[in-house]
């Protein structure tokens, strides 16, 4: 007797499932394109949603969270665009070039299109219909990984931000993509691809303010030799959001990552970087502040695949309220990567009972000449530091406001730009001032 297996399925994998059977037909690309399609939504079906019997996924268990997938986002009206016009964000005084997407679709109307040497600025959408080069060459192909949401976000693709930098072209203006969601609930998958070429520089701001949608975004960003790139990601809103970064980076290039998480139902930030080249120097930092039942993943996979490369990654979670905090880092020095200089610290500031963080660092190191090392904490406020703030005459409240600035302040000071430096600083403040 032959005994019939089937996987059984959520309600939100059926839907998903369905939502491709119903899509996949008008999904942007051919060819080959259609074929990583079908290959990755095959991947996400055998799987399913992320669990906690995954290692990865262990502190977020997206299968039990995620109790519904919502409808795919349609085409925005004009409603929609009027809103996301006139929206606010906390890096609205930036002076840069705003790209921005309603719904997961590119609005070219409200972006500034401007041309500028060196920089070439595309839809995903389009560029996945015409078979852009660009997109053949990289799309699916910067960062291997059998993450089931990253499967899940190829096959869905829809709309996302294609740009590519030529080499030695610096930009004068960061670069803002906003994406912007409706009051409707709807499920939108943005997928990106930057590309800087050799000696470039450059300053991208990834900005997402849902409040309804489910959100699974994707950046594959390529940094070539001797480039100079500063990626900043701000996420906020009541929704569940997971977000990958798949960099590849190249030699004698200086590049940083910044995660700002300032709330949200269920947010997960996903980091996927490879040292492709010698001499690389790379800053990859955080700072998260929760309240209430929000829950925030902060998870890196740092792969040093070449030699004396130099990394620090640096995260700082508050959590009040019930919320919770989770950092999973995993750095791999390969064989031949010797001389590599890689240090991950996270420290959570528990300024409630029931708050809750995970830390899970992580060293996998197959060379013998390197320098690496981790370190993890979580607690309370200082009650001595506390104290002698207090015993000059300043309140308790203000007191507990001074300290945990200062302590989330010093990572958000690692940022080189002032203007974001500064908007996040000031977004921490405002925070902090909202507290009960």
């Not at 990834?206 to 975004?217: K, P, R, Y």
Request: proline letters at 3%.
């Amino acid at each position: 007797m032959t005994a019939d297996l089937r996987t059984i399925k959520t309600p939100a994998e059926q839907a998903l499932h369905d939502a491709y059977a119903e899509a996949r037909a008008n999904l942007p690309g051919k060819g080959a394109l259609a074929k990583l399609r079908e290959d990755a939504f095959r991947h996400f079906d055998a799987t399913g949603l992320p669990h906690r019997r995954i290692e990865e996924w262990k502190y977020t268990d997206l299968r039990a969270l995620m109790r519904d997938a919502k409808p795919l986002a349609g085409a925005p009206d004009e409603a929609a665009k009027a809103r996301a016009k006139n929206a606010g964000s906390m890096v609205a005084g930036l002076d840069c070039r705003r790209l921005v997407f309603v719904d997961g679709v590119f609005a070219p109307e409200l972006s500034d299109l401007s041309s500028e040497q060196g920089l070439t600025v595309g839809s995903m959408a389009d560029a996945l219909a015409k078979g852009d080069p660009l997109v053949t060459a990289y799309v699916g192909k910067t960062i291997e990984t059998d993450d089931a949401i990253v499967a899940l976000n190829t096959a869905l693709m829809g709309d996302g931000i294609v740009i590519r930098i030529s080499a030695g072209a610096t930009l004068r203006r960061p670069i803002l993509i906003d994406f912007a969601s409706s009051i409707q609930p709807s499920s939108i998958f943005l997928r990106s691809l930057i590309v800087i070429e050799k000696g470039g520089k450059a300053l991208i701001v990834e900005n997402h303010d849902a409040n309804a949608s489910q959100i699974n975004a994707a950046l594959e960003l390529v940094v070539g030799e001797g480039a100079e790139v500063d990626y900043v990601k701000i996420a906020r809103g009541q929704t569940i959001h997971v977000g990958t970064l798949m960099a590849s980076v190249g030699a004698q290039a200086k590049f940083n990552t910044f995660n700002f998480t300032l709330g949200g139902a269920t947010v997960r930030n996903q980091n996927l970087v490879r040292f492709d080249g010698q001499g690389t120097v790379s800053g990859i930092r955080g700072a998260t502040l929760l309240r209430a039942k929000e829950h925030a993943d902060n998870t890196l996979l740092i792969d040093h695949a070449a030699g004396a490369c130099e990394s620090r990654e640096q995260f700082r979670s508050v959590l009040d309220g019930e919320s919770s905090g989770v950092f999973q880092g995993k750095i791999i020095v390969r064989p031949h990567a010797q001389k590599t200089d890689a240090k991950m610290s996270s420290n959570a500031l528990l300024i409630s009972d029931d708050a809750e963080a995970d830390n899970k660092p992580e060293l996998e190191i197959f060379a013998d000449d390197v320098q690496c090392g981790h370190g993890a904490t979580a607690g309370a406020l200082d009650e001595n530091q506390k104290f002698y703030l207090m015993a000059r005459g300043i309140p308790e409240k203000e007191a507990d406001a001074l300290l945990i600035q200062a302590f989330v302040g010093e990572v958000i000071d690692m940022i080189a730009h002032e203007g974001v430096r500064d908007a996040l600083l000031n977004a921490a403040a405002e925070w902090l001032a909202a507290r009960d």
